[in-house]
């Protein structure tokens, strides 16, 4: 049967979609929650005069894109910024042609860091709010700008006005254009700086408390488990007496149940309606549960 997204529903006395921000974040999983609320989101940017910034990373997206549509119509009142990846796999094309009309139409196009593939899906937007305040607003999903693919692609979408985190998406953003690197991005962890250093030393934060007799449990839903120094921190952690549930879509080089190495853990791969796309990290971290997108 035809699969209908749910549309968000503000409350009627919110004025839009800022004033709920203010409130508290919005969490959307994609495809069940539409994606027309992101791409409402940075449409109402492009047209609110009280927006006058607007930055986002574009690494894969639909050949007539609303979303670049609505930056290069905001272009002309506006600052707009996009961070292009020109290499991303089967769409070097579609972007260049993207990069080429985004900068007669006075979008400042950026591709990111001489080396790195800009692979991050971020919107940082600056408004000058009603009650006088300016503030930032952002989106951060696993998933890519693309309303094609969010209709069947599983991903999630992270709204928020969070100060801690606004913040550290602005001082990704300065990175992307301006190569200035921060000492850090807490809340966030940006690879290549410290994903995965932090990825092995949230891992060997369980491995310690299953060894001292705690409870310990990690639960990861990935594309892909290839890295040797990761699958070698699971057999550490699964050996300690973590408990490990991996929901790995596509290639794993981790082999669950080996007697003595791997008993710990178990692997299962979701094969449905839609493609799994989303990143999720669980670490139980002693009852005050971290998770990760």
């Given at each position: 049967?035809?699969?209908?997204?749910r549309?968000l529903?503000?409350?009627v006395?919110?004025?839009?979609?800022?004033?709920?921000?203010?409130?508290?974040?919005?969490?959307?999983?994609?495809?069940?929650?539409?994606?027309?609320?992101?791409?409402?989101?940075?449409?109402?940017?492009?047209?609110?005069?009280?927006?006058?910034?607007?930055?986002?990373?574009?690494?894969?997206?639909?050949?007539?894109?609303p979303?670049?549509?609505?930056?290069?119509?905001?272009?002309?009142?506006k600052?707009?910024?996009?961070?292009?990846?020109?290499?991303?796999?089967?769409?070097?094309?579609?972007?260049?042609?993207?990069?080429?009309?985004?900068?007669?139409?006075?979008?400042?196009?950026?591709?990111?860091?001489?080396?790195?593939?800009?692979?991050?899906?971020?919107?940082?937007?600056?408004?000058?709010?009603?009650?006088?305040?300016?503030?930032?607003?952002?989106?951060?999903?696993?998933?890519?700008?693309?309303?094609?693919?969010?209709?069947?692609?599983?991903?999630?979408?992270?709204?928020?006005?969070?100060?801690?985190?606004?913040?550290?998406?602005?001082?990704?953003?300065?990175?992307?254009?301006?190569?200035?690197?921060?000492?850090?991005?807490d809340p966030?962890?940006?690879?290549?700086?410290?994903?995965?250093?932090?990825?092995?030393?949230?891992?060997?934060?369980?491995?310690?408390?299953?060894?001292?007799?705690?409870?310990?449990?990690?639960?990861?839903?990935?594309?892909?488990?290839?890295?040797?120094?990761?699958?070698?921190a699971?057999?550490?952690?699964?050996?300690?007496?973590?408990?490990?549930?991996?929901?790995?879509?596509?290639?794993?080089?981790?082999?669950?149940?080996?007697?003595?190495?791997?008993?710990?853990?178990?692997?299962?791969s979701?094969?449905?309606?839609?493609?799994?796309?989303?990143r999720?990290?669980?670490?139980?971290?002693?009852?005050?549960d971290?998770?990760?997108?």
């Open positions: 049967k035809p699969f209908i997204a549309e529903r503000l409350p006395d919110s004025e839009n979609v800022f004033t709920e921000l203010r409130k508290h974040d919005i969490l959307l999983h994609h495809p069940y929650d539409s994606f027309n609320t992101v791409v409402d989101f940075i449409e109402s940017a492009a047209k609110d005069p009280q927006v006058f910034s607007l930055k986002q990373t574009i690494y894969r997206t639909s050949e007539n894109s979303i670049v549509n609505a930056l290069m119509a905001a272009a002309a009142e600052e707009v910024i996009a961070v292009l990846e020109l290499t991303a796999r089967f769409d070097e094309a579609t972007n260049i042609q993207w990069a080429r009309e985004m900068e007669d139409a006075g979008v400042q196009v950026f591709h990111g860091v001489v080396g790195l593939k800009t692979h991050c899906k971020l919107v940082l937007l600056v408004r000058q709010d009603p009650d006088g305040v300016t503030r930032r607003y952002v989106h951060i999903g696993t998933g890519n700008y693309n309303a094609t693919t969010a209709r069947f692609y599983t991903d999630l979408s992270l709204l928020t006005a969070s100060p801690e985190i606004t913040a550290a998406v602005h001082s990704v953003f300065h990175y992307l254009t301006a190569h200035a690197e921060a000492p850090n991005y966030l962890t940006i690879s290549p700086a410290d994903l995965a250093t932090r990825t092995l030393e949230l891992i060997q934060r369980e491995t310690e408390r299953a060894r001292a007799g705690l409870s310990a449990r990690i639960i990861a839903k990935m594309n892909a488990l290839l890295d040797k120094n990761v699958i070698q699971l057999y550490r952690a699964s050996q300690a007496g973590v408990k490990i549930e991996l929901i790995v879509r596509g290639m794993c080089a981790l082999r669950p149940g080996v007697p003595g190495i791997s008993d710990n853990i178990t692997v299962r979701i094969i449905g309606r839609f493609l799994e796309h989303t999720i990290y669980y670490f139980e971290n002693g009852g005050a971290e998770i990760y997108i």
